[in-house]
């Protein structure tokens, strides 16, 4: 099975900071990765697909990038409902997801 | 609107069984695969199933193989889950979601979860 590393479990940001978080694979997927947000209580939705392209209706200062073994999602400036645990998922074989990042405020 | 609604969870003794529903609505659903996706309190998420959209191929991983199947019953635009031989760690928000192309690849539409408790 191929694992995803995800960094840092958690992070605290002030609002406009750029975040970013990474995953990084245990052997070469190409591009097939997603992140999803989840806030607390609520179901994960889909930002980013294929690695890099952003899901329709999602904001643009949410970005992906990277491919093979390593890959990062950005926020270019976080916004209070930015606030939320965000995961990797690989969907080359078997899917896997990262462990999550909990994003808070500072 | 698209949507899934998951139901079943509840209550069940270690060894038991359940059988949890997804029903969906707002999109062709027999032109999709699905998914079950759990996450046990506190913890993060995991993939447990998918069936392609006629229902003739599903996949699972090794830790849901031979105690979980997936099913799904077009006519009714409804998925199901069955478990059986229910263990303490099965105990999780169990959410059913829709896969984008192929099974398993990009869950673009989830449901709001159907909460499974597994007491010994």
């Known amino acids: 099975d191929i694992q995803m590393t995800q960094s840092p479990p958690s992070l605290s940001a002030s609002v406009g900071d750029r975040v970013t978080i990474t995953c990084q694979a245990s052997?070469?997927?190409?591009?097939?990765v997603n992140w999803y947000q989840q806030k607390p209580g609520k179901a994960p939705t889909l930002l980013i697909y294929?690695?890099?392209i952003l899901e329709r209706g999602v904001p643009s200062r949410f970005s992906g990038s990277g491919s093979g073994t390593d890959f990062s999602f950005t926020i270019t400036s976080l916004q209070p409902e930015d606030i939320a645990t965000y995961y990797c998922?690989?969907?080359?074989?078997?899917?896997?997801f990262g462990g999550g990042t909990k994003v808070d405020l500072k | 609107e698209a949507q899934l609604v998951e139901s079943g969870g509840g209550l069940v003794q270690t060894g038991g069984s359940l059988r949890l529903s997804c029903f969906a609505s707002?999109?062709?659903?027999?032109?999709?695969?699905v998914s079950w996706v759990r996450q046990a309190p506190g913890r993060g998420l995991e993939w447990l199933c998918a069936?392609?959209?006629?229902?003739?191929?599903?996949w699972y991983p090794k830790s849901a193989k031979g105690r979980f199947t997936i099913s799904r019953d077009n006519s009714r635009s409804t998925l199901y889950l069955q478990m059986n031989s229910l263990r303490t760690e099965d105990t999780a928000l169990y959410y059913c979601?829709?896969?984008?192309?192929?099974?398993?690849?990009?869950?673009?539409?989830w449901g709001q979860g159907t909460m499974v408790t597994v007491s010994s």
């Open positions: 069936i392609t959209g006629d229902g003739a191929i599903t």
């Open positions: 294929d690695a890099s």
């Open positions: 979601a829709r896969d984008r192309r192929y099974p398993a690849d990009i869950f673009d539409l």
């Open positions: 707002g999109f062709a659903f027999s032109n999709y695969a």
């Open positions: 998922h690989n969907h080359r074989d078997l899917p896997h």
């Open positions: 052997q070469d997927i190409n591009n097939c």
